[in-house]
Antibody, heavy 121, light 107 residues
Framework: QVQLQESGPGLVKPSETLSLTCTVS????????WSWIRQPPGKTLEWIAY???????KYNPSLKSRVTISVDASKSQFSLKLTSVTAADTAVYYC???????????????WGQGTLVTVSS | EIVPTQSPATLSLSPGERATLSCRAS??????LAWYQQKPGQAPRLLIY???IRATGIPARFSGSGSGTDFTLTISSLEPEDFAVYYC?????????FGGGTKVEIK
């Protein structure tokens, strides 16, 4: 079964760019939709963006102006960049695979373990 | 707001009891709704999708029902490992959103 692993800095300074990468273990990155979700401490989950190898990205409107998601099939990785971060962006960031219903990505069926990113000077 | 509403926020029950969790979608989603379980320090796990289909490896004591805007997750007899937070998730156009969660705690 697919395994996902997030990597990236655990501490980012305010106003800088948060960059994370998710590595997909089974070589299936070209066949599925991939997503980033975050969870501030003690709060619920917030979907950030998703992408497929062959399709354009989709972003949460609340973050769209600051977010870029991309996929690198040659490395079996997909990535997240979030610019101009503030303390409100402190959260556990998860990467996940999306289950498709028909042709539409709908549910998150495989998750990485998550990585805590703290925004602080 | 395009976010599902979960109730109650907290459910205090004893092992062996039946748990009934509710989720109200912000608009009709037919049966396109999922439930996730999250334990402290762990990633969420998909339990139920399409309102009533158990994901791979999920025990039969977990069941989901509902359609339109009102959905229910039932745990028929709580095991010690079931005490956790449960989230529902919907899709509206391309926006994927989670409810605020229901914490099932030991009474």
């Amino acid at each position: 079964q697919v395994q996902l692993q997030e990597s990236g800095p655990g501490l980012v300074k305010p106003s800088e760019t948060l960059s994370l990468t998710c590595t997909v273990s089974d070589g299936s990155i070209s066949n599925h939709y991939w997503s980033w979700i975050r969870q501030p401490p003690g709060k619920t989950l917030e979907w950030i963006a998703y992408i497929s190898y062959s399709g354009g990205p989709k972003y949460n409107p609340s973050l769209k102006s600051r977010v870029t998601i991309s996929v690198d099939a040659s490395k079996s990785q997909f990535s997240l960049k979030l610019t101009s971060v503030t303390a409100a962006d402190t959260a556990v960031y998860y990467c996940a695979k999306l289950m498709v219903r028909g042709v539409t990505p709908w549910y998150f069926d495989y998750w990485g373990q998550g990585t805590l990113v703290t925004v602080s000077s | 707001e395009i976010v599902p509403t979960q109730s109650p926020a907290t459910l205090s029950l004893s092992p062996g009891e039946r748990a009934t969790l509710s989720c109200r979608a912000s608009q009709s989603v037919s049966t396109y709704l999922a439930w996730y379980q999250q334990k402290p320090g762990q990633a969420p796990r998909l339990l139920i999708y399409d309102a009533s289909i158990r994901a791979t490896g999920i025990p039969a004591r977990f069941s989901g029902s509902g359609s339109g805007t009102d959905f229910t997750l039932t745990i028929s007899s709580l095991e010690p490992e079931d005490f956790a937070v449960y989230y529902c998730q919907q899709r509206s156009n391309w926006l994927l959103t989670f409810g605020g969660g229901t914490k099932v705690e030991i009474k």
